[in-house]
């Protein structure tokens, strides 16, 4: 079980807004940053978003992050079939272990 | 720009250690945190560690008791070790450098290796 929660699945059709979700709790998403990453099978996951809403050059601004609370979200506006892939949330935990924690992943399906 | 490679042994016997190595091309390996993650087949990524070029390290609770990461600067390199391995430990290990510079920070983590496939069997 991951200390961050994401639905296993989510799904859009071309062209559609979707709102992927990442669930934490105060000693990780709610006072640190979160990040989000792409993951297409074979290739290493990309990074999308850093420290919480920051996109690195060469993101499409399709991509969008947010935080609020203890939670997270990934936004992806004018979906594309090549937006197909499984997206992570990571976040720094504070507590005891003091340690990089992922969420399960959401596998996105493009209809 | 920065390139990271993993190399290391593909199989590994149950009980042995595993050992990779990154080779860090295109940059000076000092002054960040060098991490690897791991992706079992048809799972999520697990981050197992990581270590800074002063010597700080943090590990993943649940594998703490089995895991060094270490840092070669003169080669511009980082290992990883994991000892008594079982075949929940096959899975493809990345390695990646970790852009946060805080001892209470990380995940932004960029660039990646390509990964490497390892396989706990005898």
Not at chain 1, 32 to 55: E, F, M
Not at chain 2, 36 to 55: D, F, N, S
């Amino acid at each position: 079980q991951s200390v961050l929660t994401q639905p296993p699945s989510a799904s859009g059709t071309p062209g559609q807004r979707v709102t992927l979700s990442c669930s934490g709790s105060s000693s990780n998403i709610a006072r640190k940053y979160v990040y989000w990453y792409q993951k297409l099978p074979g290739t290493a996951p990309k990074l999308l978003i850093y420290r919480n809403d920051q996109r690195p050059s060469g993101v499409p601004d399709r991509f969008s992050g947010s935080k609020s609370g203890t939670s997270a979200s990934l936004a992806i506006s004018g979906l594309r079939s090549e937006d197909e892939a499984d997206y992570y949330c990571a976040a720094w935990d504070d507590s005891l272990s003091a340690s990089v924690v992922f969420g399960g992943g959401t596998k996105l399906t493009v209809l | 720009q920065v390139q990271l490679q993993e190399s290391g042994p593909r199989l590994v016997k149950p009980s042995e250690t595993l050992s990779l190595t990154c080779t860090v091309s295109g940059a000076s390996i000092s002054s960040h945190y060098w991490t690897w993650i791991r992706q079992p087949a048809g799972k999520g990524l697990e981050w197992i560690g990581r270590m800074h070029t002063i010597g700080s390290t943090n590990y993943n609770p649940s594998l703490k008791s089995r895991v060094t990461v270490s840092v070669d600067t003169s080669k511009n390199q980082f290992s990883l070790k994991l000892n008594s391995v079982t075949a929940a430990d096959t899975a493809v290990y990345f390695c990646a450098k970790d852009v946060e510079r805080s001892s209470s920070a990380g995940g932004w983590f960029d660039p990646w290796g390509q990964g490497t496939l390892v396989t706990v069997s005898s």
